[in-house]
């Protein structure tokens, strides 16, 4: 009977609204691209979707909650690539990523920027290294915590220049942002999605783009390769996730509705503008997020073991 009621339940859902936990701050690139997909799902569920802020310690205190939330598909997480970078930067986590989530498909896959302040001295990429190696005990880098993109993209370019400078962790890049606008901090690496209006109004300066080509958004900015660095290049992967446990029947609703969602109109063209594109149809599914959840882990396992960037 009670597997019955629950079969039920899952087939009428949802019959209220649904809470997205997004863990970083508001105003950031993934609440940006949370609030274009939740928009384009609420009219397909019927049901608003209401997005949370759960910011602090790179992205693992929202998952933290998600993974403790009932699993009745009434609270989900749209978390991006730190789900697997934070498996081996944090020596324990609250939850176990690959245990403790129901996939319901992939999102996007947003490019990153070397931006800084708008008044900096260094004028591209090649002067920006040799001014960061000049005054590394001074320099300052903004990220959203251990575990977020920007740090991973922080790490990455540090350990390429072979020069450590200070970080200053904020909740998320949006509140970063801001202070890199105000000049409070001298550079970040940080999301298209958050980034390219502040760079096309000349309010934060952009170095170089950390994909194979330029972006179609932002023509003019130099790719990291262009510039001397060959291999510096990284894609911010997004997933929506669900707590272990929340029925088949909820997920494959959701699947569907994000499938929908990624290929609604003005998502398309919202995500085009801030320099990304929707996951295909195919990646918006469990089996896609779970593989590219897996193989992430893998893959940047040695990565950071080389850095020897640890969080507890
Ligand atoms: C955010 O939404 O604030 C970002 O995704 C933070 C980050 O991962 O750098």
């Known amino acids: 009977l009670a597997l019955s009621a629950g079969v039920a339940a899952a087939q009428s859902y949802p019959t209220r609204n649904v809470t997205v936990v997004v863990p970083f701050s508001a105003g950031g690139p993934t609440d940006t691209v949370t609030r274009l997909v939740a928009e384009a799902m609420s ?3 019927g049901q608003q979707i209401v997005v949370e802020n759960v910011g602090g310690a790179g992205g693992t205190l929202g998952a933290a909650r998600v993974a403790k939330a009932d699993p009745d598909g009434y609270t989900l997480l749209l ?3 730190g789900m697997a970078t934070s498996a081996t930067l944090y020596r324990k986590l609250p939850y176990e990523p690959l ?5 319901v498909g992939l999102v996007t896959d947003v490019p990153m920027v070397i931006v800084s302040k708008p008044n900096w001295e260094p004028t591209d990429l090649k002067s920006l290294i040799e001014y960061v190696k000049a005054n590394k005990d001074t320099v300052t880098y903004a990220n959203a915590g251990i575990g977020a993109a920007s740090h991973l993209c922080g790490m990455l370019f540090m350990s390429a ?5 200070t970080t200053v962790p904020y909740k998320g890049t949006g509140p970063a942002l801001t202070d890199l606008m105000g000049g409070q901090v001298d550079f970040m690496c940080d999301q298209t999605t958050n980034t390219t209006n502040q760079i096309k109004s000349g309010k934060i300066k952009a170095y170089a783009t950390t994909t194979k080509e330029r972006l179609d958004n932002l023509p003019d900015v ?7 660095l060959a291999d510096f290049q990284v894609g911010i992967w997004h997933g929506l996730y669900a707590p272990k446990g929340t029925p088949k029947e909820v997920i494959d609703r959701l699947s569907a509705s994000l499938q929908k969602a990624l290929k609604d109109e003005n998502v398309v063209k919202q995500f085009a503008s801030l320099g990304t594109a929707p996951s295909t149809q195919e990646e918006a599914t469990p089996a896609a997020l779970k593989e590219k959840l897996e193989s992430e882990i893998k893959r940047w396992e040695p990565v950071i073991k080389a ?5 507890d």
Not at 99 to 103: D, K, Q
Not at 161 to 165: N, Q, S
Not at 307 to 311: E, L, M, N, V
């Open 99 to 103: 245990n403790a989530f129901e996939y």
């Open 222 to 228: 130099p790719t990291a390769a262009e510039q001397g």
């Open 161 to 165: 220049i072979e020069t450590e400078v």
């Open 43 to 45: 009219r397909d569920l």
């Open 307 to 311: 850095a020897g960037q640890y969080a």
């Open 79 to 81: 978390h991006h690539i």
